[in-house]
């Protein structure tokens, strides 16, 4: 990675080049050192094709702990053609619990982070919840939405390649 400063797109561009989902629940239980599998989604919605790069962050107590590139096809850029999605399974170790792992899609003609998602690994399920990056805390009267995440994960791909096809039209 190169030393250029990374700036993080303001929320209202969030998508524009490039939107990032992932197959894990808003928080997981976690043993620190285990594989965690997950199925990353990487979409393309502009008409040309762009190169981007996965960077794991791990935050405890609001501190950066650690942060890597995730390799595809052991290659650290990785390019998604024009109005695509690809999907990405793979595993990662992280060395933490009560952590929050956030994956950021980083796009390299915008030099910036174009979108994030993230999920708290947890040792104690949510009573240790650590607060993810940007995101309220858990609702008063504890309404649990893990059951049905992976659900929604599938609707907004969906959602997302049927916008890619009627702008194909």
């Known amino acids: 990675m190169s030393t250029r400063a990374i700036q993080v797109r303001p929320a209202s561009l969030v998508g524009e080049y490039g939107d990032v989902f992932w197959s894990l629940t808003p928080s997981v239980v976690y ?3 285990t594989e965690l599998f997950v199925r990353v989604y990487v979409a393309n ?9 996965l960077i794991a962050s791990v935050l ?3 501190q950066v702990v650690s942060e890597f590139p995730i390799t595809v096809d052991e290659m650290t850029w990785f390019t998604v053609e024009a109005d695509n999605v ?13 952590a929050a792992l956030t994956l950021n899609l980083y796009e390299r003609e ?13 040792s104690a399920g949510t ?3 650590p607060p993810l990056p940007g995101l309220p805390g858990p609702p008063p009267g504890g309404f649990d939405m893990s059951s049905i995440m992976n659900m929604m994960i599938m609707v907004m791909i969906m959602v997302m390649i049927m916008k890619m096809m ?3 039209v």
Not at 86 to 98: E, K, M, N, Q, S
Not at 111 to 121: K, R
Request: aromatic share 4%; proline share 4%; glycine share 10%.
């Open 31 to 33: 043993v620190a050192g």
């Open 45 to 53: 919605p502009t008409d040309v094709d762009r190169e981007y790069m």
């Open 60 to 62: 405890s107590a609001g």
């Open 86 to 98: 690809v999907a990405l399974p793979g595993a990662v170790r992280i060395g933490y619990t009560d």
């Open 110 to 122: 915008q030099n910036e982070i174009v979108d994030s998602v993230s999920t708290a690994l947890t």
């Open 127 to 129: 009573a240790g919840l």
């Open 166 to 168: 009627t702008k194909a």
